[in-house]
């Protein structure tokens, strides 16, 4: 494994928030209008933080457990934050309006209301009294006569029916209720959209939105709900739009449970017809390990026997073993496949980085990047693969997560030249060994962030457009789980993690498929399907969650996992996985970085101790069945 400063999946979270960005918030709460009369309301998590300001960017003051009572004076001119007094804490606190329940129907006077253009102005008086109430179910919405504006200045009108107000600072709106409808256009927070309808789940709300002859389709759990439901139709499955088919698969059937889509255009050729295809690997069990260089190899394969597990990946470094042009050196790398092969684990390798006479000239040499001739890394691979053919070297990854500046050079972003990169070393690894999987270099995810970043579904888009089903026996991806568990989709991502205590918000305050280890997964599987390669299986190069508190403050999210919730949130990946049908070898981030790189950002991600003792993780995939 390369050297870094940063764990590539983090820096998804800063390019998001550069990209989506954070509240524009003070650092103290507000003051508020109090009156006497009063709004009382309970909470509805199992545990839910409370915090010293209107928004997930102030610090946590306490926690509450479900059914907690609380009593509201106020909230923010958004109206998605209360100022509540709760027993216990000395003076008002703010809690998350969408979590709680409002007992009372009582509404509160237009001239009551928040009029100030100020991004957060004075919480308004309340003439109603609310209560939490214990509930079984995540509710984001209350049902309740608005308290304040959701925009400044702006009144909420719902005596023609109730009006939901989307949250997210960008919200799409479809046509249809679900991720797989198309976008039919995009809104702002604050948005107001006159509910008609709810879906058969009772997830999205069907709308009347301004500017729009169509009846849309919005989220429940991105917005707030303003008047009641009552009376507002349920429609039945034959009463909403017809679901979205993907394109027919060209040797796959389609998966098992259907994947949510990502944003992606109508197809631009026929299902993809390769020659030379191999037969399906399937699904397997795979660990991230670092045994380059140090001599561990046979206690780390060990230990990955132990656990059930027949893959093991490795990344290698391209500019260790090619110094200079043909001069190729893999003393370090027989010994791994030596012991590979006595016991029975199938290797991949991951090869990045370029030596420095390959790379173009006045190249950023503070980062790893491709060569100016992608001759020059076909040639080395095609060695490679000769080099071990028949072993138990089985595949090799051709890149890693190039839709980073500092995985490219600080070049570019570029699908296109990616996929020239890829084009003549899938050729040179077939030519040398036929039966070498090649799998496409994985993406980070991330969001779009001018050169910095390219969003991993645009950017695996694009790399359908330029041909790469024809030059990958397999997609490569990182999906990652940060704080949020791995069955949890992205939509769900904020209310999954106030229900734990979070103290890592980047579920919330950027809504993002990259937050979501599921919701990654079942995007990249869209995107093959509407491209014709559902033959294409995807394989997780690299995943897993953080856990037992962050080595790096840059990674704040393993604060918020116990080795428990690692546990069980790394099992259940492995049991998804498995059962979609559609997943090659997956492997976890990461073996023994405990043992190798102890109290660095790597280590965190490891399931072995500093003494190569199981973590709870080890533990639990080692019983899991296989």
């Known amino acids: 494994m390369r050297r870094r400063l940063f764990h590539p999946i983090i820096l998804s979270f800063a390019l998001l928030v550069l990209l989506i960005g954070l509240p524009s918030f003070a650092l103290a709460a507000p003051p508020s209008q109090e009156s006497s009369d009063t709004v009382t309301a309970v909470t509805i998590p199992p545990r839910m933080n409370v915090r010293s300001g209107p928004a997930t960017t102030y610090r946590v003051v306490g926690n509450v457990p479900a059914g907690t009572e609380v009593t509201v004076i106020g909230e923010n001119a958004d109206g998605t934050w209360a100022r509540v007094e709760l027993e216990g804490f000395d003076g008002p606190v703010w809690v998350a309006k969408w979590l709680l329940t409002i007992q009372t129907d009582a509404a509160i006077a237009p001239s009551q209301r928040v009029t100030s253009t100020a991004p957060i102005s004075p919480t308004v008086a309340l003439s109603v009294t609310a209560r939490i109430t214990p509930t079984a179910a995540i509710t984001p919405t209350v049902s309740v006569e608005p308290v304040a504006a959701q925009k400044a200045g702006a009144i909420i ?256 972003l570029n699908p296109a030249e990616y996929v020239a990169l890829l084009r003549p070393s899938y050729a040179a690894i ?95 599987r869209n995107i093959a399907n509407v491209y014709g390669a559902a033959h294409l299986p995807i394989w997780p190069t690299e995943f897993g969650w953080a856990a037992g508190g962050a080595f790096n403050p840059a990674y704040a999210y393993a604060n918020d996992n116990s080795y428990e919730e690692q546990a069980a949130w790394t099992v259940e990946a492995y049991q998804m996985m498995k059962a979609w049908g559609w997943v090659g070898p997956a492997f976890l981030w990461n073996l023994n970085f405990r043992v190798v790189a102890n109290g660095t950002e790597k280590a965190q991600w490891g399931i072995v101790r500093n003494d190569w003792s199981p973590l709870p993780v080890y533990e639990a995939l080692r019983n899991m069945p296989k």
């Open 157 to 412: 009108d719902t005596s023609a029916g109730p009006v939901a107000v989307t949250t997210p600072t960008r919200m799409n709106v479809r046509g249809g209720p679900g991720t797989d409808y198309p976008i039919a256009t995009g809104v702002s927070a604050g948005t107001q959209a006159r509910i008609v309808a709810l879906s058969p789940d009772r997830q999205w709300y069907q709308v009347e939105l301004e500017g729009q002859a169509d009846k849309l389709w919005i989220s429940v759990r991105l917005t707030t709900l303003h008047g009641s439901l009552d009376g507002v139709p349920q429609l039945s499955e034959e009463q909403i739009p017809p679901r979205p088919q993907p394109a027919p698969p060209a040797v796959a059937a389609a998966p098992s449970a259907a994947p949510s889509a990502a944003p992606v255009a109508a197809p631009v050729a026929a299902p993809i017809a390769r020659s030379a295809a191999l037969p399906g690997i399937g699904f397997g069990y795979g660990v991230q390990a670092h045994v380059i260089h140090t001599g561990q190899e046979g206690q780390a394969m060990d230990k990955t026997r132990e656990m059930g597990f027949s893959w093991m990946k490795q990344q290698i470094e391209w500019r260790i073993f090619e110094s200079s042009p043909g001069q190729y050196g893999f003393g370090d790398i027989g010994p791994i496949v030596g012991a590979a092969n006595l016991r029975g684990i199938n290797l991949l390798f991951s090869v990045v980085n370029a030596p420095d006479w390959a790379r173009e000239p006045g190249f950023d040499a503070s980062v790893g990047g491709p060569p100016a001739d992608p001759q020059t890394l076909a040639n080395f691979l095609g060695r490679l693969a000769g080099e071990y053919c028949g072993s138990s070297l089985k595949a090799i990854e051709v890149w890693n997560e190039q839709n980073l500046h500092y995985e490219w050079g600080n070049r570019p």
């Open 430 to 524: 077939k030519a040398a060994c036929p039966s070498m999987y090649v799998i496409s270099g994985a993406l980070t995810p991330a969001g779009d962030n001018g050169t910095l970043a390219m969003d991993d579904f645009r950017y695996l888009e694009e790399m359908f457009k330029q041909g790469v089903a024809r030059y990958a026996d397999g997609i490569g991806a990182h999906p990652s789980g940060y704080n949020v568990p791995a069955s949890v989709v992205w939509q769900d991502g904020c209310a999954a993690i106030q229900q734990s205590g979070n103290s890592f918000n980047g579920a919330c305050d950027s809504p993002h498929h990259s937050w979501s280890f599921r919701s990654t997964m079942e995007g990249y």
